[in-house]
């Protein structure tokens, strides 16, 4: 599933799918959220109800967009790192670390019509979001799932998934796909033509 910007959503954790909206078609890279139209569109795909309740819910600002890319960058780039094994950028893990402590968020008991739990935040429902995404983030890279994140062997792309089965090397069926039907060409290319 795409939304606006085309960034792809595959059912990752949430700073997997910020990481991915830097994406690529065809080998050529895209960004997902160029406007704060796209990141509006993308925090509503990604975050419904997930930080703020609904009147709480404003659009985001070029502040907001610039600390999405801000943190997207620095998820990515740790990321990158944990794939190949090496150790993260200090600069990354700053920002991870100050987008994840940049708004208080806390849930309150309401009592009315009924008993229930609203979500609350002392910033935009975006910056909520942005660090409870940097905060999942945190919790990810410093964590044991973190032996499963993966970068895709589709040539060509650069999303990241989390290896959820003992066979996955791509993140999504297509780019398995299109990462076979390569090898394929490749090698009957170099068996040469059949008679």
């Known amino acids: 599933m795409d939304v606006a910007g085309g960034a792809p959503l595959l059912g990752e954790p949430l700073?997997?799918?910020?990481?991915?909206?830097a994406y690529a078609v065809r080998g050529q890279p895209r960004?997902?959220?160029?406007?704060?139209?796209?990141?509006?569109?993308?925090?509503g795909e990604v975050a419904?109800?997930?930080?703020?309740?609904?009147?709480?819910?404003?659009t985001p600002t070029t502040a907001d967009l610039a600390?999405?890319?801000?943190?997207?960058?620095?998820i990515r780039t740790i990321a990158a790192a944990i794939v190949r094994g090496d150790q993260p950028?200090?600069?990354?893990?700053a920002i991870l670390n100050l987008c994840a402590v940049s708004t208080r968020q806390w849930r309150?008991?309401?009592?009315?019509?009924?008993?229930?739990v609203v979500p609350r935040t002392d910033g935009t429902h975006s910056?909520?979001?942005l660090s409870r995404i940097a905060t999942d983030a945190i919790e990810l890279f410093g964590g044991p799932l973190r032996t499963e994140l993966?970068?895709?062997?589709?040539?060509?792309?650069?999303?990241?998934?989390?290896?959820?089965?003992?066979?996955?090397?791509?993140?999504?069926?297509?780019?398995?796909?299109?990462a076979r039907a390569a090898r394929h060409y490749a090698r009957a290319r170099e068996s040469g033509p059949t008679s």
């Open 67 to 74: 600390t999405a890319r801000r943190l997207r960058d620095a």
């Open 31 to 43: 960004d997902g959220l160029q406007t704060t139209a796209h990141l509006a569109a993308w925090l």
């Open 15 to 21: 700073p997997i799918e910020l990481a991915n909206t």
């Open 48 to 58: 419904s109800g997930e930080v703020a309740s609904s009147e709480m819910r404003t």
């Open 127 to 129: 910056a909520a979001v």
């Open 89 to 93: 950028d200090d600069a990354a893990v």
């Open 150 to 178: 993966r970068a895709c062997a589709g040539p060509g792309c650069v999303l990241f998934f989390l290896k959820d089965r003992p066979r996955r090397e791509w993140c999504s069926p297509g780019c398995g796909n299109r």
């Open 108 to 116: 309150e008991l309401q009592l009315r019509p009924d008993l229930h």
